[in-house]
């Protein structure tokens, strides 16, 4: 698979997933104003895939800072990832690895700038390369909530292309099916952006993984007919009292998995959970422009023209619906994540 994101001599190479499944296209970044644009325009999206695309922004945007005096060039570093930093405000990822990036200078300031630039590459690199074994440690940890045979329901894009690579709950499913299971996942489309239909699916299919595609409003039909196992979906944001913010839809599937005695996972890496943060209440929640939900793709219109548009990108689903979180770590339940994941 192409990866989501890659840097290379000096250019930030993007997967454009706004393009897929249709077009398979790379974007190059050659600036932070591209990569911030990226951002927020879903080029790269998906936490992870959002925190390892920041790093490196900085690293990029470091590189053009002309400056030899050190406190100088610091203060512009920041300025780059306030820039940064100011794209999307739910996923944690994207500030955990600013923050990263933003140690990496505070701990060089007595070398030479072009030394600092250079660690900041390192830096963003590593943040890379550990989230891939990040989600194959988790794979690894999860795959025995899979049996043979099982069918799972997941919503919105929590694979390969959300992260640096592999996945989190699409890490789960894939680790499950090189163990030599068969897996059959049914994918929520994921409205308004369907990133469940464009890429989601895409994935799977691409993986040789069986899938099948159904609206967000089947799910719960899909459920009385006795037809799903357990429930794996990513997350944007874990609160320190076990809340999960993911993407919108997200909340209503948990409801209804609980209703139907069906078991409910998220699969994050450690770097989406947020002890800070109390609970889910305190999450900021993105609102993006309406044309996501009055049109498909921006062109063909679906609503009067005009309509009013309320568009969180986010929900946050309460800890009680979820029966337990995937991390590196191991299975934690969300009553324990503070405990577990605190300093
Ligand atoms: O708006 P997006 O596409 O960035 O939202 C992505 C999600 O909500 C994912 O489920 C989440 O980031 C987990 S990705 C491993």
Known sequence: MIPTVEWKEGVIRLLDQSQLPGHTELLECKDVEAVTSAIQGLKVRGAPAIGVTAAMGVALGAQSVFETDVPTFEQKVLAICDQLAATRPTAVNLFWAIARMKGVVRKNRDCPVSEIQARLVQEALAIQREDIVTCKAMGQKGAYLIKDGHNVLTHCNAGALATAGYGTALGVVRAASEQGKKVHVFVNETRPVLQGARLTAWELMEDGIPVTLITDSMAGAVMQQGKIDLCVVGADRIAANGDVAN??????????????????????????????????SAIPIEERPGHEVTTINGEAWI???????????????????ITGIITERGLVTPDRIAETFKG
């Open 247 to 280: 993407k919108i839809g997200t909340y209503a599937v948990a409801v209804l998995a609980k209703a139907h005695h069906i078991p409910f996972y998220v699969a994050a890496p450690s770097s989406t959970i947020d002890v800070s943060t109390p609970s889910g």
């Open 303 to 321: 609503a009067p023209k005009g309509v009013a548009v309320f568009n969180p990108a986010f929900d946050v689903t309460p800890a009680e619906y």
